[in-house]
Structure formats: structure tokens, C-alpha cells
């Protein structure tokens, strides 16, 4: 069975524009959860969706958002990049509704100059 | 509100010694617990979970963990190291009573397995 696949692997934008991650969980799986990683900050939680409705969101600011498709794929997006928004972003898949434990994939390098 | 904590941010042990790589937890119910190992440049990859039941827990690759309620801790253990098992490991807590639905990790104890 494929892993979680999120897609691109690296990507650099400059301050203000906005980008989008994509996120494929493993097949069979209905729950998407997106993480920050940073050095200072370690692993943020952003959101959770569950059958394209959003279940949890974390403490960031609405700059980021995220949805999740009919086949569960799922997206974030982040607007008006900011410097700090430099991390890597973690996009975690689980079978049901409770997550057990979850699935990552390899994550997406951002880096915003 | 459930959080966990790493106290040690490096742990160094010598190849075929035994590991420990500690990690306390605080949550208002019983907790669900999990450790993660994440490789340079990876993603986090599974190791084991408590969810109930026996409180040694048997994992991947050889990995061990004890829950001890009273000390509200889940130490991470190896019997004998290998220099592959170098990486940083994570803990992880969520508490299914309470509203936050998420995963809360701790900040990673970097392990490094010397030859």
C-alpha cells in the first residue's frame, strides 16, 4: 500500500505571495492532519479534517487554511507568506475519525525569502 | 489542556549498550501515547502506541515502552542500540476525553548511537 504523499517537496516563494501544499493520504484513510515543524517551534499542529469537514484547528493565524477533497485528498494554503512561515509542513493520515496512531508523509519544504 | 515533555535534548549511547529516551506526559484523562522517530530530511515514522492494556509495549525495530500511570511517564527503551538507530524520536500524547483532537508532541530528544 502507498504511503502519504504530499507534493511539492521543496518550494521557495518570496514574502507576500501565497502558496498551496497537497497532501494524498494512504488509501482507505478519511483523516488528514497538517503539521509545522521548525527548530525553534518543533511540531505545531495546524488542522484536522475528517470527511472534508474541518474536525480541529491549531493556534495560527488565518493566513492558513486547508480543505479536504471528496477522495480525501487535502490541501493547505498559506496567503501573505512571511518569513516565519519557513518550516517544514507534515501532512499525517489515520483510518478513522479518532486517530490511532497516524501516517506521514515526507513533508514539504518551504522556504520564504 | 494535555502536554508532553522531552527533558533530555540529546541522548548519546554507545553501540550494543541499552537506550532510554524518556518522555513525561500530563493530560486530564487517560492518555493515548505513541513515539515517532523521524530520520534527516523524513517524514516521522511510527514506533509503537499505548492505548491500554499491558504497560510494556512492544514496537518496531526492536523498540520498547513502559507507561507508568503514577509517574505519568513513557520512557522509550532499546535493549542494545545499533549506530542505525541514531535519529530523533518524538512523543506524542492525546487525551480522548478532552475536546483537543489533535496529536501534542514533545520537542524530540536527538539519539546518536556512537560506534
Known amino acids: 500500500k502507498a504511503g502519504v504523499t504530499q507534493t511539492p517537496r521543496y518550494l521557495i516563494k518570496t514574502r507576500g505571495q501565497q502558496v498551496t501544499l497537497s497532501c494524498s493520504p494512504i488509501?482507505?484513510?478519511?483523516?488528514v492532519s497538517w503539521y509545522q515543524q521548525t527548530p525553534g517551534q518543533g511540531l505545531q499542529f495546524l488542522f484536522e479534517?475528517?470527511?472534508?469537514?474541518?474536525?480541529n484547528k491549531g493556534n495560527f493565524p488565518g493566513r492558513f487554511s486547508g480543505r479536504q477533497f471528496s477522495n480525501s485528498r487535502s490541501e493547505m494554503n498559506v496567503s501573505t507568506l512571511e518569513l516565519g512561515d519557513s518550516a517544514l509542513y507534515l501532512c499525517?493520515?489515520?483510518?478513522?475519525?479518532?486517530?490511532?496512531?497516524?501516517?506521514f508523509g515526507p513533508g514539504t519544504r518551504l522556504t520564504v525569502t | 489542556a494535555q502536554s508532553v515533555a522531552q527533558p533530555e535534548d540529546q541522548v548519546n549511547v554507545a553501540e550494543g549498550n541499552p537506550l532510554t529516551v524518556k518522555c513525561t506526559y500530563s493530560?486530564?484523562?487517560?492518555?493515548?501515547l505513541f513515539w515517532y522517530v523521524q530520520y534527516p530530511n523524513r517524514g516521522l515514522q511510527f514506533l509503537l502506541k499505548?492505548?491500554?492494556?499491558?504497560?510494556l509495549v512492544k514496537g518496531s525495530y526492536g523498540f520498547e515502552a513502559e507507561f507508568n500511570k503514577s509517574q505519568t511517564s513513557f520512557h522509550l527503551k532499546k535493549p542494545s542500540a545499533l549506530v542505525s538507530d541514531s535519529a530523533l524520536y518524538f512523543c506524542?500524547?492525546?487525551?480522548?476525553?478532552?475536546?483537543?483532537?489533535?496529536?501534542?508532541f514533545g520537542s524530540g530528544t536527538q539519539l546518536t548511537v556512537l560506534p
Open positions: 499525517a493520515s489515520s483510518y478513522g475519525e479518532s486517530p490511532s496512531e497516524q501516517y
Open positions: 488509501s482507505g484513510h478519511r483523516s
Open positions: 479534517y475528517f470527511s472534508e469537514t474541518q474536525r
Open positions: 493530560v486530564s484523562g487517560n492518555p493515548y
Open positions: 499505548y492505548i491500554t492494556g499491558d504497560n
Open positions: 506524542a500524547v492525546r487525551d480522548p476525553s478532552g475536546s483537543a483532537r489533535q496529536l501534542t
